[in-house]
Structures are given as structure tokens and as C-alpha cells.
């Protein structure tokens, strides 16, 4: 199959790079060379300004933030993901947006966090932030030991008595 043919294969039904790289030079990759998931992108947010997007570690969107409560939001998303840089405390969708703002930031459709969602293609594990469901103790019964009935068997054989021997002791000399 020609290289080109190949190359045309790996491109649609591969995201990965070193598959693309093996194609194209004919030798393997010895490593990923990007790993797209984790690329700042200035994303267009419905608020009308581009922000440094990306999906985080925990599947939800995160956004470049200094304080971990603000998002940048200014005309410099481009300077922001070409300075190589990471943000100081990145504000992530999800659980840690609820504590900040007091909600998950996907559940409105014109909030940065839907916008980053739809943009990235983003599939966050659990969006609404729901607590995992608390187990419920089980008391397992203590243990009871039941011992075996031991009876206790008279026996057959009748114990064997010996009669005092009759001794004589002679009496003192001298007596009577």
C-alpha cells in the first residue's frame, strides 16, 4: 500500500502521533511527541472573549487563572499559550468551580465551562459534581461457636480397693 494511502488512513482513524510520525518517515516513533489533551487553547467563549482553555487532569475543562478563581479574560490568550508557561492556579469546571461559584459551570450554555466542553470535546467523569454514594455499614452478625455436647461416660470397671494390712507391732519392753 502506498505511503501516502497509509498516511491518508492514519489520519482519519488515528490521534495518535507517533502512529502519524511512523507513517510519514517510515521509521517508529520512539514516543508521543504532543499530547493534544493537555495544549492551552484559546477557545471563543460566548461572553465574546477568546480564553486559554484546556481539559485537565480529572476530565473537566480547566481555565488559565492566576488565583484560581478568575479565568483571564482579556485580549492576550494568544501571548498566554504561546509563552510555554502554566497558569499559577488554573480554575477547573466541576467540583472546584461549585466550591468558587457555587456551581459546576456546565449546566449553563453560555458559561466558559460549556463553551471548553463543546470546543475541546471534553467528556468530564462526573460534570454535576455529584458525591459518590455513601456505604451503607452492614452488621454481620457476631459469630457463635457451639461447642460439641461432651457426655461424660460412667465407666465399666469398678476401681480396685486394697484392704489394710494387718501389722503387729509388738509392745514396748517393759510395758505391763
Same mark, same amino acid.
Given at each position: 500500500?502506498?505511503?501516502? +494511502? *497509509?498516511?491518508?488512513?492514519?489520519l482519519?482513524?488515528?490521534?495518535?502521533t507517533? #502512529?502519524i /510520525? $511512523?507513517?510519514?518517515?517510515?521509521?517508529a516513533?520512539?514516543?508521543?511527541l504532543?499530547d493534544?489533551?493537555? /495544549?492551552?487553547?484559546?477557545?471563543?467563549?460566548?461572553?465574546?472573549?477568546? /480564553?486559554p482553555?484546556?481539559?485537565?487532569? #480529572?476530565?473537566?475543562?480547566?481555565?488559565?487563572s492566576n488565583?484560581?478563581v478568575?479565568? *483571564?479574560? #482579556?485580549?492576550?490568550?494568544? @501571548?498566554?499559550? +504561546?509563552?510555554?508557561?502554566?497558569?499559577?492556579?488554573?480554575?477547573?469546571?466541576?467540583?472546584?468551580?461549585? $466550591?468558587?461559584?457555587?456551581? /459546576?459551570?456546565?449546566? #449553563?450554555?453560555?458559561?466558559?465551562?460549556?463553551d471548553?466542553?463543546?470546543?475541546?470535546?471534553?467528556?468530564? @467523569?462526573?460534570?454535576n459534581?455529584?458525591?459518590?454514594?455513601?456505604?451503607?455499614?452492614?452488621?454481620?452478625? +457476631?459469630?457463635?461457636s457451639?461447642?460439641?455436647?461432651?457426655t461424660?461416660?460412667?465407666?465399666?470397671?469398678q476401681?480396685?480397693?486394697?484392704?489394710?494390712?494387718?501389722t503387729?507391732?509388738?509392745?514396748?519392753?517393759?510395758?505391763?
Open positions: 500500500m502506498p505511503r501516502l +494511502a *497509509v498516511l491518508a488512513i492514519l482519519t482513524a488515528s490521534t495518535c507517533a #502512529d /510520525v $511512523q507513517a510519514i518517515s517510515g521509521h516513533a520512539s514516543r508521543r504532543v493534544y489533551t493537555k /495544549v492551552w487553547t484559546c477557545v471563543h467563549s460566548t461572553s465574546g472573549f477568546r /480564553v482553555l484546556r481539559i485537565a487532569n #480529572d476530565s473537566n475543562i480547566e481555565c488559565w488565583d484560581g478568575n479565568c *483571564v479574560w #482579556d485580549n492576550n490568550c494568544d @501571548t498566554y499559550v +504561546a509563552s510555554g508557561k502554566s497558569p499559577a492556579a488554573p480554575l477547573v469546571c466541576g467540583c472546584m468551580h461549585k $466550591q468558587v461559584w457555587g456551581n /459546576v459551570g456546565y449546566d #449553563d450554555p453560555s458559561h466558559w465551562c460549556s471548553g466542553k463543546k470546543a475541546l470535546g471534553a467528556n468530564p @467523569t462526573n460534570p459534581c455529584t458525591p459518590a454514594p455513601t456505604p451503607v455499614p452492614t452488621t454481620t452478625p +457476631a459469630p457463635t457451639t461447642l460439641p455436647v461432651t461424660i461416660l460412667p465407666t465399666t470397671a476401681p480396685t480397693t486394697t484392704a489394710p494390712s494387718a503387729v507391732t509388738p509392745p514396748p519392753k517393759g510395758a505391763c
